[in-house]
């Protein structure tokens, strides 16, 4: 999923995956998330064109629509109810009430899925209660709305989300990148209940996994050991009761991704019937240590059945 198509040349950027499909330069298939914030927006755009959630094909696709709600927790601007360490204040809420839920209304009212970014537990209560509103104004079964990030839950939280059948989308990766940064802010108590995978599982909640590139690296491997050790880089513990096995990791990172965006039927599982796109990997990651997960490498990918890549033709390509 690219989970920020228009942020910084507008239409221009999904014209140009249109292109890239077109002349058969997609070599992976795109979910496309739809800037539709405040500031910057291509909805407008997307909803005269004849866009909405699903619209496309196999290779590129309409996903949600994306606008933002606060900042981050290891800049210390992720809003939250309980101020920081050694940042003044608790946080930034990036937009009233009247506006989230305006943005949301719109989204929700013309058939898009919603992705909307939220990190801190002030900013997380802003876009469930525009999500229970929109639902009660306009119910619609099934739509999958989702809190991307969704660092610091409060044990309600969770409810509400099992209620509005919505789903957080965490990035387990950032407890190994940003955990630090975690523990300097806001101390290792309050860091450790940041994306609680084990609780949300035990809950019943479908729980994608991604990386949330450019803003981590896109390395998979990472997002695997954030979700199997809950370790820092720098081998810090942050929150190991929230731990979920290799089985739990993998299962996030492909039926529920692929549930995620509404594509659980096509992908997501090697099964007859479905899109025939596999990744080999140097290890079993069922049997290999925790930390051997990092050094792992994807050695082939299959994109309907077909060779998408080789590590060994990589490897031959002039530096």
């Known amino acids: 999923m690219d989970a920020a198509i228009g942020m910084n040349d507008g ?3 999904w014209e140009g995956y249109v292109a890239a499909r077109e002349r058969g330069r997609l070599k992976v298939r795109i979910t496309g998330c739809l800037i539709g914030d405040k500031e910057k927006s291509i909805l407008d755009r997307a909803m005269s064109e004849g866009l ?14 994306k606008f933002f709600t606060d900042g981050s927790g290891s800049s210390g601007t992720a809003a939250m109810s309980l101020g920081y360490n050694h940042v003044p204040g608790t946080g930034v809420l990036c937009l009233t ?23 801190g537990d ?4 802003q876009i469930l209660d525009a999500f229970e509103t929109v ?10 709305h989702r809190v991307e990030h969704c660092g610091w839950v409060r044990p309600e939280h969770t409810d509400r989300l099992a209620s509005l059948e919505a789903l957080p989308s965490p990035q387990p990766n950032f407890i190994y990148f940003h955990g630090e940064n975690y523990i300097r802010n806001i101390g290792l108590e309050r860091a450790a209940k940041s ?5 949300w599982i035990d809950r019943g909640l479908h729980v994608p996994a991604s990386s ?10 990472e997002v695997l050991y954030g979700m199997v050790a809950c370790k820092s880089w720098k081998g810090s513990e942050i929150g190991p009761d929230q731990c979920i096995s290799m089985e739990e990791a993998l299962h996030a990172y492909t039926f529920e991704s692929a549930y995620a965006g509404h594509d659980e039927t096509r992908k997501g599982r090697l099964v007859p019937g479905q899109l025939a796109d596999v990744a080999v990997m140097s290890r079993d990651l069922f049997e290999i240590p925790h930390d051997d997960v990092l050094t792992t490498e994807c050695l082939m990918t299959l994109v309907g059945g077909k060779v ?12």
């Open 11 to 13: 239409w221009l950027e």
């Open 52 to 65: 909405v959630t699903g619209k496309g094909d196999d290779m590129l696709r309409v996903g949600p629509v």
């Open 97 to 119: 009430q009247d506006e989230c839920l305006e943005l949301a209304r719109k989204a929700h009212c013309n058939g898009f899925q919603m992705a909307i970014h939220a990190i």
């Open 122 to 125: 002030l900013a997380i209560d």
């Open 135 to 144: 639902q009660a104004e306009d119910p619609r079964p099934g739509m999958r």
């Open 195 to 199: 994306y609680p995978m084990r609780d």
């Open 212 to 221: 949330d590139c450019p803003s981590a690296p896109l390395n998979p491997f």
């Open 308 to 319: 998408a890549f080789t590590r060994a033709a990589l490897e031959l390509e002039p530096a």
